[in-house]
C-alpha cells in the first residue's frame, strides 16, 4: 500500500527544503548569497548594494526573505547591518548549482553544434 506524503511525519521537513528553494527562486538572492560567499566574512549592506546593483529597498527585501528561510543572518553595529551566509553548506550548493549550470550549457552548445552540421533541407536554411 502506497505511503501517503500529505499529513505524514515527513511533511514538514520537505516544506523547510521547499523554502529554501524558495529562498533560492530569484536571480537577485542567488547573486546576493554568490557575494556572501566569496567574502567569507560578514558583509556591509552598502558593499552588497554596490556589486548588485539593486535599489536599497528592492534588495532590503531579498535580504529580508534570505534571513526569514535561514539562509543569511544579519549582524547590527551602529548604523551598519553586515550579512554573511547563515550556513557554509550554502556555499556548497551554490558551487553545486554552477556546475549544474555548466552542465546545461554546454549540453545546449553540444546541441547547437550538432544542430549547424545537419544537412541542408529545401531552400529555407
Known amino acids: 500500500m502506497p505511503h501517503s506524503f500529505l499529513g505524514s511525519p ?15 527562486a530569484h536571480p537577485a538572492r542567488i547573486r546576493v548569497l554568490e557575494i556572501l560567499s566569496t567574502r567569507g566574512a560578514p ?12 535599489e536599497p ?6 535580504l529580508g ?3 526569514r ?15 554573511e551566509l547563515a550556513n557554509p553548506k550554502v556555499a556548497d550548493l551554490l558551487v553545486t548549482a554552477r556546475s549544474f ?10 546541441q547547437w553544434e550538432a544542430f549547424q ?8 536554411e
Open 10 to 24: 515527513e511533511q514538514p521537513l520537505y516544506e523547510i527544503k521547499a523554502n529554501l528553494f524558495k529562498a533560492l
Open 43 to 54: 558583509t556591509p549592506v552598502s558593499d552588497i548594494l554596490a556589486e548588485t546593483g539593486l
Open 57 to 62: 529597498t528592492l534588495l532590503s527585501q531579498h
Open 65 to 67: 526573505v534570505l534571513k
Open 69 to 83: 528561510h535561514q539562509v543569511v543572518r544579519a549582524e547590527r553595529t551602529g548604523n551598519t547591518v553586515r550579512y
Open 101 to 110: 549550470l555548466a552542465d546545461v550549457l554546454g549540453a545546449q552548445r553540444d
Open 117 to 124: 552540421a545537419l544537412p541542408p533541407i529545401g531552400g529555407s
